[in-house]
């Protein structure tokens, strides 16, 4: 096998486990309002989803850097498959149980899973081939993960989601029963897609095990450890920025669905295309933000589009009807580049602390398990969940201010995706 074709195939299998991750990470939406549903949840409660998902991130971010720095790239990313795989055949006995709290532990696996795989395939594939191409090839992988987040939505939605649930207060007025068989009919649907999906990531398992993927040498970090990082202002500020951004764009599309039902008066089954018209838009918005790149410096494009974002929060909170749904669905265009751009310019020009860095704002991803059951917890007490919506708004507002103190930033394009 040349060279070439060697990292070809390579570059191939890596880029499929970015749209394997986008997939599972925005079925989500549709998972949060069905269990919301089957459960009777309140809007807390049914955040814990995300919470059971972004909490892997923080716990597995170091060690997964320390798995890849010992046995390497492919031993990294065999162990998060078969944890992703794992988590998805929980499903079944999670649905068989009728326990909401298996289906969180369920979920808690898939992401540790995800978490090595995010930590391996992102410098991976910078290192794969021609290192004057890593962010081509890099950006290119990223394009899957758009097209993961508008497919999955519309596809859990046909799968998951029932045509007509029923209320809280019909399901409270069911006899013991009749609820139970209700709750076991809405959470065994969610068993055939999660099965399918388990069986296809081992199959790609079994793929990469007998698969000879290139191994890259590379040069050891500054061994001062992962705290010394943050003695780069850089990084300190794109620390606290992506916990905010991660913690809004979690808290933009898990709710998009319950938001269109109970503000917008949506069809939970209508809704779903809703959340896939959001995944398109954050897709069309990658490549649209990196276009814009070539004329406009990216952190000062962060920082137009995070007051744009901004703006349309706004009207997410005081507007009304399909205003408020459109509003949401532009704020996921202009969230598109936000990741990417503040993890460039976080571990930009910081030498031999830059794996250091990467862990850290890997770490930061935990924002997605914090601020959403804020912005639950706040919609239940006060009664409204436009107005706790003034959560995403102080997210962009951080956003922009990283973009604003670091406006002096020099890089030419965004070289990490999530």
Known sequence: MTQNKKYTLAIVLITSLF??????????PILIPHLRNAFSLTHFQASLVDSAVFIAYFLL???AGMIMKRFGYKAGIVVGLVLF????????????TVNYYFFLGALFV?????????????????????????????????????????????????FILTDEPKTADEIAALSEQARLSYIQAETASVKGPYLVIGLIILAVTLLFICTKLPEIKEEGDSGKGVIHAFRHKNVRWAVLAQFFYVGAQVCVLSFL???????????????????????LAFMLGRFIGTFFMRYIAPIRLLLLYAILAALLTVVVIYGTGMATLYALIG????????????????????????????????????????????????????GSFQIAYYVVLACFIVVALFAWNN????????????
């Open 85 to 96: 795989a794992i988590g998805c055949f929980l499903f079944v006995p999670a649905a068989n």
């Open 407 to 418: 406006r002096k930033a020099a890089i030419s394009e965004a070289v990490a995706g999530h």
């Open 61 to 63: 971010a170091i060690p």
């Open 257 to 279: 669905v319950m938001f269109a039902t109970d503000v917008a008066g949506i069809a939970a089954s209508e809704a779903s295309y809703y959340s896939g018209a959001a995944g």
């Open 331 to 382: 704020i996921a265009f202009f969230m598109s580049i936000m990741f990417p751009t503040i993890f460039a310019v976080g571990v930009e020009g910081i030498g031999a602390d830059t794996k250091s860095a990467s862990s850290l704002i890997v770490m930061s991803i935990v924002g997605g398990a914090v601020l959403p059951p804020l912005l639950g917890q706040l919609s239940d007490s006060i």
């Open 110 to 158: 898939v992401a540790c899973g995800l978490t090595i795989l995010e930590t391996a395939a992102n410098p991976y594939m910078t290192v794969l081939g021609d290192p004057t191409k890593a962010t081509q090839r890099l950006n290119f992988a990223q394009s899957f993960n758009g097209l993961a987040a508008f497919l999955a939505p519309t596809l859990g939605g046909k």
């Open 19 to 28: 749209f394997f991750w986008g997939f599972i990470h925005n079925l989500d």
